[in-house]
């Protein structure tokens, strides 16, 4: 009963500890407006997942964002596992980046955490002024009470590696956390491992190339990404590149959960792949590829070959099994990763996505399926887009989805998602043998917003969870 503790600090002793946290009961989820014709601010919802409750799989609050346009997409949180043992840290605020209007708006769920309130904003020239950056993506905390937020890019909109850091208690910008003057030429995600000395941290794109849609032309001219990062963690400097190929873009970086382990994965959207990286012998990193969905020969879409576009990845808190999303074919995949070199598919469900029989595209070549899937209907509803963001319970038994990725993305792959809006689904986990499984009973139908249909986008829980929690 370590969650009720309240003389050790937010979070967990260990990632095994987490596992044994309570059952979560609410979900906070940012809502994007951007991009869909809705003249509406953002907003954060608040849903009820309690199967005993009269509200499970309702949208309980929505707190608005006071401007329109900020395009929220990931959060963290104000203090983790990484301040486990620090009696003076809650876990009480949860930080929003807003990737296009460079907001942060810090929110209070502490006070009454099913009604979140927003207790500050950080404008987006504090950011412009004192770091030269913008475009906020990841946010992670760290384990002394300072907040770190992975930027994009500057404020004119080319891409640029910077990282900015938020004072843990006023939340005041301090400036950028990186040191010297050789920085990456773009960002995305970031995670940190301290016993390793290290950082890591993706590439997207510059925000400029990316902000209204996607040019397949700007691969070829170079403008996405392909490194993973490696930062000295104690000094702040940037020291090596990793290469994953042109254009792979390599976005969700997971570290193992064991706070020694000295591996983890990065999923590549473009390329399909998920890489292991590494420390090798002599002390610097290396990745290898272990996991490649091959691309699909298609009829009737943008391109002749379609990727899978791995776009989310997480691993459980006991490290043995590995998910992505597949966001433009359409499946969530298990594997057991006991051998970290061989991942095994364990388990896999198709969730909507581009190949679904009787829409647009035909399928001519296909080195996986024998044939097309069929469209995914729940609760009489034919979902549209494809499962994207992903969160798992703590106990690894069930693992919650979104379907929105990104509004100008959305809009242009998924234009029937921006009409209909996203929905968050539930799958229930074999977490022994592998296997996954769609709750037919859980369906949260973000087309029925009272505002209008809204693209709902990442997963968190009040008491943390396997994307967020870092173990010193």
């Given at each position: ?9 937010p ?12 059952r979560?009961?609410?979900?906070y ?16 919802a608040?849903?009820?997942?309690d ?16 401007n ?16 486990f ?48 950056a913008?475009y ?10 300072d ?24 939340f005041?910008?301090?400036?950028n956390?990186?040191n ?38 700007d691969i ?39 706070p020694?382990a ?31 969905v091959?691309s699909k020969?298609v009829?009737?879409?943008?391109l ?8 989310d ?5 006991d ?7 597949n966001?433009l ?23 909507g ?20 899937p069929e469209p ?15 969160q ?23 234009p ?12 229930d986990?074999?977490?022994e043998?592998g ?12 087309g ?25």
């Amino acid at each position: 009963q370590s969650a009720k503790c309240g003389a050790c600090g937010p979070g967990y002793a260990t990632p095994l500890d987490a596992m044994k946290g309570p059952r979560e009961e609410i979900l906070y989820l940012p809502c994007i407006y951007r991009n869909t014709g809705i003249e509406k601010p953002d907003y954060l919802a608040t849903v009820d997942v309690d199967p005993k409750s009269p509200h499970y799989c309702q949208v309980i609050h929505r707190l608005p964002m006071p401007n329109l346009n900020d395009e929220l997409h990931h959060t963290g949180w104000n203090s983790c596992s990484s301040c486990f043992g620090d009696t003076t840290k809650r876990r009480n605020r949860l930080i929003l980046p807003s990737l296009i209007s460079s907001r942060i708006y810090v929110v209070d769920v502490g006070t009454d955490m099913r009604a979140p309130r927003i207790h500050k904003v950080v404008e987006p020239v504090e950011l412009y002024q004192k770091g030269n950056a913008a475009y906020p993506h990841t946010s992670h905390c760290l384990g002394s009470g300072d907040i770190l937020i992975s930027c994009l890019g500057d404020p004119s909109g080319d891409g640029k590696g910077s990282f900015i850091l938020l004072d843990g208690e006023t939340f005041e910008m301090k400036g950028n956390w990186q040191n010297g003057e050789k920085v990456p030429s773009l960002s995305y995600d970031f995670w940190y491992q301290p016993r390793h000395n290290v950082l890591m941290s993706t590439e997207w794109g510059p925000p400029k190339a990316f902000a209204d849609g996607f040019n397949p032309a700007d691969i070829e001219k170079g403008h996405y990404g392909s490194h993973i990062n490696v930062w000295d963690w104690s000094t702040h400097t940037y020291i090596q590149a990793i290469d994953l190929g042109k254009g792979s873009i390599p976005m969700e970086i997971r570290f193992l959960h064991n706070p020694d382990a000295a591996e983890g994965f990065v999923g590549c959207a473009l390329s399909a792949a998920v890489h292991r990286f590494y420390k090798t012998e002599k002390g610097d990193w290396a990745a290898e590829k272990v996991i490649e969905v091959p691309s699909k020969k298609v009829q009737g879409w943008l391109l002749p070959d379609m990727p899978g576009l791995i776009t989310d990845i997480l691993i459980s808190l006991d490290d043995r099994f590995l998910y992505f999303s597949n966001w433009l074919h359409g499946d969530i995949r298990q594997y057991d990763i006991s051998n970290t070199r061989k991942p095994k598919l364990v388990g896999q469900v198709f969730l909507g996505g581009s190949i679904a029989k009787g829409g647009p595209v035909t399928v001519v070549e296909d080195k996986e399926l024998q044939c097309q899937p069929e469209p995914f209907v729940i609760k009489g509803k034919r979902v549209q887009g494809g499962p994207q963001m992903l969160q798992l319970s703590l106990d690894g038994k069930r693992l919650y989805v979104t379907n929105s990725l990104y509004s100008g993305w959305d809009k242009q792959f998924y234009p029937d998602l921006v009409k209909e809006g996203s929905v968050m689904l539930q799958i229930d986990v074999d977490n022994e043998k592998g296997g996954l499984q769609v709750n037919k009973n859980f369906l949260v139908d973000f087309g029925k917003e009272p505002d209008g249909p809204a693209l709902a986008h990442e997963i968190r829980y009040p008491g943390g969870d396997s994307t967020s929690d870092i173990w010193m």
